[in-house]
């Protein structure tokens, strides 16, 4: 794929410095050479998938690409097959076409919560995305430093969220992870990267820890948002084996929900932080437990809870 340089002029566009990697794509700070505009460059890895990303050897908030902080969890490709779930790598065409989706995705979902897309660039066959350069801090920079987290923005994007439902244009992100959410300066939050993918679902990018049971569609996010929480409150994660060995199947069976129930097994947030709120640990339990409990129940608890706060 494409090999970004420092100081270089692609399409009008001269890139300034390198912001950061995953699992499939680097993004670049750009200018547009005649407005002065910054943007967002995004462009595929020859490969991809988050356990070929190169770990740095102790947490940093340094980008470099050369890997990343050890600390961050690059999402994985995962595959939906008759025979079951594999999570494997992608080679340079899926890249590309998943780049191309999401572009598809971004030039449709409009929402103040979610990155835009400017344009899309095509450069020796290579898809480009030019988004909205976002400033500010992302979750897991604030997470790493201690800073303080609100419990607004986990309700603001659930709100973007059912938004974006209702107007039809995104189903759910189905990568949502502090890697993917950015602070801005003023308070709001961003979503960067979803992870849901228009058209066949046989392959959807996702980042397990944050969706275990690697479900396509809004309980994925709902799912999400109370490990976050449970992360913010616990300063861990609630799995370490993920995904769940049953995940993505659709028959059930006792086998498939003992398992289930062995895999729910979690450390409760107050044993770990004994300040944790009872009803906000309520809301982590339904959030991560319970099937029915989707983007509505949990913005009607957010918003209660913050109301009684």
């Not at 030019?130 to 609100?150: A, C, F, N, P, Q």
Request: with cysteine; aromatic share 8%.
């Amino acid at each position: 794929m494409m090999k970004l340089a420092i100081g270089e002029i692609v399409q009008g566009y001269r890139i300034n410095r390198f912001l950061g990697r995953g699992g499939f794509a680097s993004v670049f700070l750009a200018q547009h050479e005649e407005t002065g505009e910054k943007v967002a460059l995004k462009v595929g890895q020859s490969s991809g998938g988050g356990r070929q990303v190169t770990r740095l050897l102790e947490v940093t908030a340094r980008r470099t690409p050369d890997g990343i902080s050890p600390d961050e969890l690059p999402a994985e490709a995962v595959f939906f097959e008759s025979q079951g779930v594999r999570i494997d790598l992608f080679d340079e065409q899926e890249v590309r076409s998943m780049l191309i989706s999401e572009g598809d995705l971004l030039a449709n979902a409009k929402h103040e919560n979610l990155v835009g897309l400017r344009e899309r660039l095509m450069i020796d066959g290579n898809p480009v995305l030019v988004m909205d350069y976002i400033r500010g801090k992302t979750l897991r920079e604030k997470i790493r430093s201690l800073e303080g987290i609100h419990l607004n923005w986990f309700l603001a994007l659930v709100r973007a969220l059912i938004a974006l439902k209702d107007q039809g244009v995104m189903a759910y992100h189905g990568d949502l992870k502090p890697e993917n959410l950015i602070v801005k300066p003023s308070g709001k939050v961003v979503m960067l990267d979803p992870g849901m993918r228009q058209g066949e679902q046989r392959v959807v990018t996702t980042t397990p820890h944050y969706n275990p049971l690697l479900l396509t569609d809004s309980k994925a996010d709902v799912m999400a948002i109370g490990i976050m929480i449970y992360e913010i409150l616990t300063g861990t994660l609630p799995f370490d084996e993920v995904p769940w060995e049953f995940a993505g199947q659709r028959s059930g069976g006792e086998t498939v929900r003992l398992s289930l129930s062995y895999f729910f097994s979690y450390c409760q947030p107050h044993t770990l932080n004994p300040k944790t709120p009872e009803d906000l640990e309520r809301v982590i339990y339904r959030c991560i437990t319970v099937p029915s409990y989707g983007l509505n129940e949990l913005k009607t608890d957010l918003e209660a809870f913050i109301a009684k706060a």
